[in-house]
């Protein structure tokens, strides 16, 4: 009968063995040579699919740099300065200190799109989840300057700021979004005035 | 004790644990098959293999435990071993069936040793673009870099488990200031400035740069296949006189939404500021010369993807031209780069950078299993044919 230290010896290997092959993390330092900077967003692709890789909600997308779309904006509405993320920012103010604000930013691709925005203006408006065919038929898609457009109006009392009124508009390769944000009656009044804004919005 | 000891041999040489285990794989692999249309292939590979105990859910609750991976797999090996070496006897008669257990026992090790070892990296590169590091799938970094030189930047990389817990980092003396976390969510979205419920006012976790600016929602962490997470980390960074730099937020989707990396000045120098996906730095680089993607004649079905890639080491010790395409990978210094994808209208290549030193151990344990095996059958069919010549009349 063989000695049982052999066995042991093993089972004690296989443990140190797993103890040691984990590797841990460490703060670690070096000299790069400097990057050109990139244009386009890195891809993410799966581990082995051979396959396109497709934008999803976790990846993020760089801000797009196109050429800018032209606009005629009503004289009540006051420009705020672009930020790195904005192509525009407007406030509008109503009665009693009331305040509306038009976000306008691009983003390159489809911005995530269309259904998972619709879909996430709807969570953060504290809005019941409904079906995606539910999603596509609550807003409303037009035409004009020769952009298609999706427009969404979305409200709930509970929700800071109570009211949503938003266009999609794919541009080229980009994707713009413009999102007036605030109290419901302040929007109720300037939903004209929006709309007739997204028709003035010409392609370079 | 020697009773003790009768029954752990028992017990561990016992043909009935063999196939106990072997039964257990099975169930394994089909509840891990089952798993990955939610959890991904990387997700179960975590859940269910590289670990000893995994937990099935349904609808997001564990409902009964398995041993996972490497349970099986650990005491199908120690069964193994054990069996060879109190019940086989090591004879010219059973050699076959010890080199086809040899192999099986390397296959075991092949596997484990691919678990703890193995590292998946991507390169994508540009046509005509050189880069020389791949970046991970999933594990990210908080770079801290000098990028006062205009050649070079001195990098220092913290890796993303360490910023988990708040708090001082330690960072070996690698920097002139202290680096404090203050808040970290593993997946999170970067949103506007637009306060709404659940967001978390970018105010409260930065006062320099971008991040005050914006704010952030914590989401469910995912280990699909096609996403990846995009953490968020809130960072102080105090000077050697104790006093505050300033707190940023950072995050891989901040990066992006600005187009460049936060900077700020300390100590007479520049200095940049990203939570980035780890990278894999090499001593040679990669230049794509060009990407094709071959159709079948007249369809739009893929007849074959292609990287035409020059690589060039830092010492000038290589520099050639390689053709990667599907199943014909380039190995070189330990690395293999597969064609994995494409991207960006056929004008960036994905390459999956893999470093595993044991990939030639399941090619070495097959050949040791199929020898074995012809070697115990061929013994056996020589003895029947001579037994059936000496009994022919």
Redesign the interface.
């Known amino acids: 009968?063989?000695s049982?230290r052999?066995?042991l010896l093993?089972?004690a290997a296989?443990v140190i063995?797993?103890a040691a092959?984990?590797r841990k993390?460490?703060?670690?330092?070096?000299?790069?040579?400097?990057e050109?900077p990139?244009a386009?967003?890195?891809?993410?692709?799966?581990?082995?699919?051979?396959?396109?890789?497709?934008a999803?909600?976790?990846?993020?997308?760089?801000?797009a740099?196109g050429a800018d779309l032209k606009w005629t904006v009503p004289a009540n509405w006051e420009s705020k300065p672009a930020?790195?993320?904005?192509k525009a920012t407007f406030v509008i103010k109503g009665d009693g200190g009331a305040e509306a604000?038009l976000?306008i930013?691009a983003l390159n691709g489809d911005g995530g799109g269309e259904q998972s925005n619709l879909v996430r203006w709807r969570?953060?408006?504290?809005l019941p989840e409904i079906s995606p065919a539910e999603v596509a038929a609550g807003v409303t898609r037009f035409e004009a300057g020769g952009l298609k457009m999706v427009v969404a109006d979305y409200a709930n009392d509970k929700?800071?700021?109570p009211r949503l009124l938003a266009a999609i508009v794919p541009v080229g390769d980009a994707t713009w979004f413009f999102?007036l944000?605030g109290p419901a009656a302040l929007l109720e009044r300037e939903k004209p005035a929006f709309l007739a804004f997204l028709k003035t919005i010409k392609a370079p | 004790m020697r009773d003790f000891?009768q029954i752990l041999?028992k017990f561990?040489t016992s043909l009935r644990l063999t196939v106990v285990l072997l039964a257990l794989g099975i169930v394994l692999v089909f509840v891990a098959t089952l798993a990955q249309t939610d959890m991904?292939?990387?997700g179960v590979q975590q859940g269910y293999f590289h670990t000893f105990f995994a937990f099935p859910k349904w609808h997001g609750t564990p409902v009964f435990i398995l041993p996972g991976g490497?349970l099986v797999g650990?005491l199908l090996?120690?069964n193994l071993?054990?069996a060879h070496?109190?019940r086989f006897r090591l004879t010219w008669k059973k050699i076959g069936i010890q080199l086809a257990h040899a192999g099986v026992i390397l296959l075991l090790v092949g596997e484990?040793?691919s678990g703890?070892?193995q590292e998946?990296y991507?390169m994508?590169i540009?046509t005509g673009?050189t880069k020389?590091?791949a970046?991970s799938?999933r594990k990210h970094e908080l770079a801290i870099?000098d990028?006062s030189d205009?050649?070079?930047?001195?990098?220092?990389?913290?890796?993303e488990?360490?910023l988990t817990r708040p708090g001082n980092?330690?960072?070996?003396g690698?920097l002139p200031f202290r680096v404090v976390v203050k808040g970290y969510w593993p997946?999170a979205?970067i949103h506007?400035p637009?306060?709404?419920?659940?967001?978390i006012p970018g105010a409260s976790l930065a006062n320099r740069d971008?991040g005050a600016?914006?704010s952030l929602t914590p989401?469910a962490t995912?280990t699909q296949?096609?996403?990846?997470?995009?953490p968020a980390a809130s960072v102080e960074l105090v000077g050697p006189d104790g006093g505050t730099l300033g707190t940023w937020l950072v995050s891989?989707?901040l990066?992006?939404?600005?187009?460049r990396p936060q900077t700020f000045d300390f100590g007479g120098r520049t200095w940049a500021l990203s939570l980035r996906?780890a990278r894999a730095?090499y001593d040679f680089s990669l230049t794509l010369r060009k990407f094709s993607h071959d159709l079948y004649p007249g369809t739009d079905i893929?007849k074959n993807?292609s990287s035409l890639v020059q690589l060039k080491s830092a010492g000038g010790l290589a520099d050639r031209d390689v053709l990667i395409y599907?199943n014909t990978p380039l190995r070189h210094e330990g690395l293999t780069f597969?064609?994995?994808?494409?991207?960006?209208n056929d004008q960036?290549t994905?390459l999956?950078v893999v470093r595993n030193p044991s990939w030639t151990l399941p090619y070495v344990s097959c050949l040791l299993v199929a020898g074995g095996l012809l070697v115990q059958f061929g013994m056996s069919l020589l003895g029947f044919v001579s037994r059936r010549k000496s009994a022919a009349p």
Do not use: H
């Open positions: 009968m063989p049982i052999p066995l093993l089972s296989f063995g797993l092959g984990c993390a460490e703060v670690t330092s070096y000299r790069a040579p400097k050109a990139r386009a967003a890195p891809a993410v692709a799966g581990p082995s699919s051979p396959s396109m890789p497709s999803m909600a976790s990846t993020p997308m760089p801000t740099s930020s790195a993320m904005r604000e976000a930013s969570g953060q408006l504290g929700a800071t700021p999102k944000t | 000891w041999v561990f991904g292939v990387w490497y650990g090996l120690i071993i054990s070496l109190y484990l040793l703890l070892w998946d991507q994508s540009d673009q020389n590091f970046e799938y870099a990028v205009p050649q070079f930047d001195a990098v220092v990389a913290i890796p488990q360490l980092l330690d960072t070996q690698k997946n979205d506007g637009m306060m709404a419920p659940g967001l971008l600016t914006l989401v995912t296949d096609n996403t990846r997470n995009s891989p989707t990066d992006l939404f600005a187009g996906v730095y893929p993807y599907m597969y064609q994995a994808s494409f991207a960006n960036t994905i999956q």
